[in-house]
């Protein structure tokens, strides 16, 4: 059993595309003036690693209601570090999305795809600075590999019964 905790900052696919569209709509000129203090992000709070998921308890700051989310790790179907290629090319550099490189965890949610972002070290945000969200990474691909593994294994040692 792993348990492991974190204060993170999380976004969705969906918020970071709501966020780059309304982005492209801001003048230059007020860009110019903006820098990213903190990852961009919808949610804040703590990244738990239990025994059978991995659990967010925080606060949607959009809604400005508490938000938990629990994945279990048999629904994780990826993990990695970094914004997907898709969001990679239609950021602009003056967004902000080039500061710490996340990691994102892909899983299946009732049949339908999900990803999210993470990065753990908000609390100081050094703008290249991506070693805890690293080690996070590290950790989750290891239990996902050991659960991938283990479903593996369950479904060759399963026997036939005839009817």
């Known amino acids: 059993m792993v348990n492991k905790g974190s204060n993170v900052v999380m976004i969705t696919v969906e918020d970071v595309e709501q ?7 801001v003048p230059e000129w007020i860009k110019a003036h903006v820098s990213a203090r903190c990852p ?11 025994d059978e998921q991995l659990v967010f308890s925080g606060r ?12 279990p790790f048999d629904g994780i179907t990826d993990v990695y570090l970094g914004f997907s290629e898709g969001l990679k090319a239609s950021t602009n550099p003056a967004f902000g999305i080039g500061g710490p490189v996340p990691f994102a965890v892909c899983y299946q949610d009732n049949g339908k795809s999900q990803t999210i972002y993470f ?11 991506d070693t805890t969200n690293c080690r996070w990474y590290e950790t ?4 996902v590999t050991k659960y991938r593994r283990l479903k593996f294994v369950s479904r060759r040692n399963r026997s036939l019964v005839a009817a």
């Not at 949607?60 to 994945?71: Q, R, S």
């Not at 990065?119 to 290249?128: E, G, K, P, Q």
């Open 40 to 50: 961009a992000h919808r949610y804040e709070g703590e990244l738990l690693i239990g």
């Open 19 to 25: 966020l780059l569209y309304q982005w492209a709509i």
């Open 140 to 143: 989750l691909d290891e239990i």
């Open 119 to 129: 990065n753990t070290s908000f609390n100081n945000y050094l703008a290249h600075e």
């Open 60 to 71: 949607d700051i959009k809604a400005g209601k508490d938000f938990k989310l629990e994945i």
